[in-house]
């Protein structure tokens, strides 16, 4: 029995980058150590997925943001959101 269903869910992305920056995927969800799936963009196998768990190289993501910079600010591959604890110092 595979956990499929509630293993993989979609999680909350952040900001959209820059065409032409980098996508910041930190959080282990973007990979999938247990199946390569075809790219969405260049059909090659990988173990990446974007937020919505659609399988993508991260360098394919950021070259179609990179080439369709109106429809990447609907989001569709965005950055992981930064937490609070890891952006900012709390020594006085």
């Not at 282990?28 to 963009?41: A, F, M």
């Not at 990988?46 to 910079?69: F, L, Q, Y």
Request: proline share 10%; charged share 30%.
């Amino acid at each position: 029995m595979t956990r499929t269903g509630d293993k993989k869910k979609p999680f909350e992305p952040g900001l959209v980058p820059a065409p032409g920056t980098l996508l910041e995927w930190r959080d282990s969800q973007h990979y999938d150590r247990w199946q390569d799936r075809p790219c969405v963009l260049c059909d090659k196998p990988t173990p990446m997925r974007s937020h919505a768990g659609e399988p993508v190289h991260k360098a394919c993501a950021e070259d179609w943001i990179a080439a369709n910079p109106v429809e990447a600010r609907l989001g569709r591959f965005a950055s992981d959101t930064q937490s609070k604890s890891t952006k900012r110092a709390t020594h006085a």
